[in-house]
Nanobody, 122 residues
Framework: QVQLVESGGGLVQAGGSLRLSCAAS????????MGWFRQAPGKEREFVAA????????YYANSVKGRFTIPRDNAKNTVYLQMNSLKPEDTAVYYC???????????????WGQGTQVTVSS
């Protein structure tokens, strides 16, 4: 069992940066791939980024490639989402998730956090 708690969301102007954190409970964090997803009002949840359990492989949605990174610190049981050059269209609730592989489909993940709101003003 893994419990995930996101933090770091907030209001930022376009062009700014935010770093989201996802703290995991349990001693098996390092054995899970981690992903970030987001959901804007009236839209489906979409993949943002994922990282393999050792942090060797990372994957990004085309919409965030070059602007977002997804580092993880297994010693701290934490995965991050560093978001730079933010745009108004990045506004959404951001969720972290844990699963067996760094996949892009939400149903492939077993555990989810409660989400944190990110709002980017123009």
């Amino acid at each position: 069992q893994v419990q995930l708690v996101e933090s770091g969301g907030g209001l930022v102007q376009a062009g700014g940066s935010l770093r989201l954190s996802c703290a995991a409970s349990g001693r098996t964090f390092s054995s899970y791939a981690m992903g970030w997803f987001r959901q804007a009002p009236g839209k489906e949840r979409e993949f943002v980024a994922a990282i393999s359990w050792r942090g060797v492989n990372t994957y990004y949605a085309n919409s965030v490639k070059g602007r977002f990174t997804i580092p993880r610190d297994n010693a701290k049981n934490t995965v991050y989402l560093q978001m730079n050059s933010l745009k108004p269209e990045d506004t959404a609730v951001y969720y972290c998730a844990a699963g067996p592989a760094p996949l892009t489909l939400s149903h492939e993940y077993d555990y989810w956090g409660q989400g944190t709101q990110v709002t980017v003003s123009s």
